[in-house]
């Protein structure tokens, strides 16, 4: 294990990279949200959506872009106590992926919204 307590600011980040390397390598998940917020982003550069809107498409993509590793840290976690199904490490699971889920369709709705918006 690696120490982390007072390392400088460089050294920090490099603990994030790496928890987003490893989430883009082994969770298809976060390559489907990741492949999503790609075409999100070629879309708004196309589209052009106001401040408000581009603010709102951010801060839905970040938000389940964390829920997205925080789930894949629970289950990493989880699968590390143990291996053999219990109701507790179900539970874990099953609300880590339920916080994900709920944010994504709220950023869907916010997404469709945003279409709708839009005078063409």
């Known amino acids: 294990m690696r120490p982390s307590k007072n390392l400088n600011l460089l050294s ?23 492949l999503v917020t790609l075409a999100l982003l070629v879309t708004s550069l196309v589209i052009r959506p106001s401040l408000i809107w581009a603010g709102l498409l951010s801060v839905c993509v970040a938000l389940v872009t964390s829920l997205e590793l925080f ?18 490490i179900k539970v874990a ?8 889920l709920i944010a994504s369709a709220a950023s869907i709705f916010i997404f469709i919204l945003f279409i709708f918006s839009i005078k063409f």
């Open 12 to 34: 920090r980040l490099r603990f994030a990279y790496d928890g987003i390397l490893y989430a883009l390598k082994n969770e298809k998940s976060f390559r489907t949200h990741s």
């Open 71 to 88: 789930n894949s840290a629970i289950e990493s976690l989880c699968d590390l106590i143990t291996n053999e199904p219990t109701p507790q």
């Open 93 to 100: 699971k099953d609300c880590a992926a339920a916080g994900v």
